[in-house]
């Protein structure tokens, strides 16, 4: 993934870069959960929560 990662950015690939990590999951958690946080895809790493096995945080919305 480290030499992925860099051709996928200056290629503006960031879809193949994401498969990569689908693909390699369990082991890509922790990476694909930072890409997906900084690229404020907030819907997918919610649902990436849930794979963690921690115990997650209820949200309820208000108003």
Not at 4 to 11: E, H, R
């Amino acid at each position: 993934m480290k030499s992925l990662k860099p051709y996928c950015a200056a290629s503006e690939r960031i879809d193949l870069y994401e498969r990569a990590l689908l693909e390699t999951m369990p082991y890509s958690y922790r990476e694909f959960e930072i890409m997906l946080f900084e690229q404020g895809q907030f819907d997918k790493w919610a649902e990436l929560q849930p794979l963690s096995g921690l115990n997650t945080i209820s949200f309820q919305r208000i108003g």
